[in-house]
């Protein structure tokens, strides 16, 4: 180009993760953020530790046997998606169960909350002349397992919305703030895509005059930037 010959190196990504940096009486893992080479965090170096073993956070193999929990909200719900019942068989299929000890996709859809920070917070919050009040009309924090914190955010929705009816002829159609449907799918993507390396923390729900939100901890899938 322009006269002059240009060399072009491709490196691939590499399975065995983390790789260090070992000089200048440093050892250090860094992540490509941009144009830049960051150090990687402790969140980020678990991930590449799990990365460099062919494993991701929900695959990880507990201290818990499959014994030691009970899966009621789980069972009803697979029964009345599928019109199948659990069984032991399906569990290990599914990833929850490894030669009888729970993995932590095991744990989070368990009904007795091993996984400390799998949580949801629903807030509703009241706006006056446009201005949010900061102290929320009603704030509440639910822990369990997924099905239980899905369900509960679908309650906690339809207890707090309004729903007008429009008539017809001899029926009334119902017409509330929100499709249920949405907020459901919205609520699945939070809790299957959140980073639950990110101890200490939630998903959460708020509830606004004129919109939901719905929050989930971590960045982009793989530690890539938006950039």
């Known amino acids: 180009e322009s006269g002059k010959k240009l060399l072009t190196l491709e490196v691939s990504a590499g399975w065995e993760t983390p790789y260090?940096?070992?000089?200048?009486?440093?050892?250090?893992?860094?992540?490509?953020?941009e144009k830049t080479s960051i150090p990687a965090d402790a969140g980020e170096l678990?991930?590449?530790?799990?990365?460099?073993?062919?494993?991701s956070y929900d695959t990880q193999v507990s201290r818990y046997?499959?014994?030691?929990?009970?899966?009621?909200?789980?069972?009803?719900?697979?029964?009345e998606w599928s019109g199948n019942r659990?069984?032991?068989?399906?569990?290990?299929n599914f990833g929850m169960v490894k030669s009888g000890r729970l993995t932590y996709a095991g744990l989070l859809f368990s009904d007795d909350s091993l996984v400390p920070h799998s949580r949801l917070v629903c807030s509703r919050w009241r706006e006056c002349d446009g201005a949010i009040v900061k102290?929320?009309?009603?704030?509440?924090?639910?822990?369990?397992?997924?099905?239980?914190l899905i369900n509960k955010g679908i309650w906690f929705v339809r207890s707090h919305m309004e729903i007008l009816w429009q008539e017809g002829e001899g029926s009334k159609t119902e017409l509330p703030d929100y499709c249920m449907?949405?907020?459901?799918?919205?609520?699945?993507?939070?809790?299957?895509?959140?980073?639950?390396?990110?101890?200490?923390?939630?998903?959460?729900?708020?509830?606004?005059?004129?919109?939901?939100?719905?929050?989930?901890?971590?960045?982009?899938?793989?530690?890539?930037?938006?950039?």
């Open 46 to 55: 678990k991930r590449l530790v799990l990365k460099g073993r062919h494993l």
């Open 86 to 92: 659990m069984n032991d068989r399906r569990f290990e």
């Open 20 to 33: 260090y940096y070992m000089g200048e009486n440093e050892t250090k893992a860094y992540v490509r953020a």
């Open 181 to 227: 449907e949405s907020v459901f799918e919205a609520l699945v993507n939070a809790f299957a895509h959140r980073d639950y390396f990110i101890t200490g923390s939630e998903v959460r729900l708020d509830l606004y005059d004129e919109r939901l939100t719905i929050s989930s901890p971590g960045g982009m899938t793989g530690g890539e930037r938006v950039q």
């Open 135 to 148: 102290e929320p009309l009603e704030s509440v924090k639910y822990r369990g397992g997924l099905i239980h």
């Open 65 to 79: 046997s499959f014994k030691d929990v009970t899966f009621k909200e789980f069972c009803v719900a697979y029964e």
